[in-house]
């Protein structure tokens, strides 16, 4: 299993929390894609916050909006409501937050005209949607590749902190997601690759018997 960021146990735990609010939205019969839907909007108000030059605000909505991505699944399985084009909507959606909210960080360094930590915001958006794509991408080829070190929870938590402690912190954390957000895409990559080459392996094995 490969190590994350933030460990297993402790996510779980997290999970654990959160259930009496996913049992009181199955009570209220809260469609799941409206908390995804939900979701993208706190971040939108994240990125805006940004703008305005409100970082702290920034970072705590980013983790409300990141909350509200950690519930929808949970309340959709626990109702009974997973569908196909629901963990697709919810996939989607997640990527336009992403664009959303670095493009509001991007405009903060922007306006501090910090250029260095605007790399780094592009490197951190790169390696964010190639973690997605690396997953996606093997899966449509029958490979599994899933894991990785720096997840999208992960990539919530350090910017959402880093921005509610001070903005050197938010810029340490920008370039942790720059560097382990492609670090794990490349860890995905791996992961197919070894999974591919064992099933040619195989095959070449049986192959002589046929």
Wanted: glycine share 8%; net charge positive; charged share 15%.
């Amino acid at each position: 299993m490969q190590r994350r960021l933030i460990p297993e146990g402790l996510q779980k735990s997290f999970v654990n929390l959160l259930k009496p609010l996913v049992k009181l939205f199955i009570k209220w019969n809260l469609n799941p894609n409206s908390l995804t839907l939900a979701g993208v909007a706190i971040t939108s108000m994240a990125a805006l916050a940004f703008i305005m030059g409100k970082i702290r605000l920034g970072g705590l909505l980013i983790l409300l909006g990141g909350l509200c991505d950690a519930i929808d699944g949970n309340v959709a399985r626990s109702a009974s409501k997973a569908t196909s084009f629901g963990a697709l909507f919810d996939s989607t959606v997640d990527r336009y937050s992403e664009f959303i909210m670095f493009f509001g960080i991007a405009a903060y360094f922007v306006f501090l005209q910090d250029y260095q930590t605007l790399v780094a915001v592009f490197l951190a958006l790169c390696g964010s949607i190639m973690v997605s794509y690396a997953r996606a991408r093997a899966e449509g080829l029958g490979l599994d590749a899933k894991g990785g070190m720096m997840q999208r929870p992960e990539r919530i938590v350090f910017l959402g902190v880093g921005a509610l402690i001070h903005v050197v912190a938010f810029e340490i954390a920008i370039w942790v997601v720059a560097v382990f957000a492609n670090y794990t895409a490349l860890q995905r990559i791996r992961c197919a690759y070894k999974q591919d080459s064992a099933r040619l392996n195989q095959e070449a094995v049986i192959k002589p018997w046929k």
